[in-house]
């Protein structure tokens, strides 16, 4: 079993950078590919991106490629999501998510295992 828990969301402005966290707890972390989601207000949940379990592969919904850039550190149990040149429509609560299946080619919900609560991101213009 995973456990994840978000963290780094705050209000930053247009144009800005911000890091999110995802730590981590559980043995078998290393397996499963990561993957973020956001929720903006009113809307559905969206996938954002993946990363395999290894850290060499990942995958991009097409609105984030060449802002946002997925990491992970194994040893510490750790997943990253480096976000750059932000805009008001990135305004949305993020999510990390676990997929046992551990490659960075799945992108619907409910492939990934296991949530965590959420962090708040708000962009303003």
């Known amino acids: 079993q995973v456990q994840l828990v978000e963290s780094g969301g705050r209000l930053v402005q247009a144009g800005g950078s911000l890091r999110l966290s995802c730590a981590a707890s559980g043995r078998t972390f290393s397996s499963y590919a990561m993957g973020w989601f956001r929720q903006a207000p009113g809307k559905e949940r969206e996938f954002v991106g993946v990363?395999?379990?290894?850290?060499?592969?990942?995958y991009y919904v097409d609105s984030v490629k060449g802002r946002f850039t997925i990491s992970r550190d194994n040893a510490k149990k750790m997943v990253y999501l480096q976000m750059n040149s932000l805009k008001p429509e990135d305004t949305a609560v993020y999510y990390c998510?676990?997929?046992?299946?551990?490659?960075?080619?799945?992108?619907?919900?409910?492939?990934?295992?296991?949530w965590g609560q959420g962090t708040q991101v708000t962009v303003s213009s």
């Open positions: 998510a676990a997929d046992a299946y551990g490659q960075a080619d799945r992108s619907r919900e409910g492939e990934f295992h296991y």
């Open positions: 990363i395999n379990w290894s850290g060499d592969s990942t």
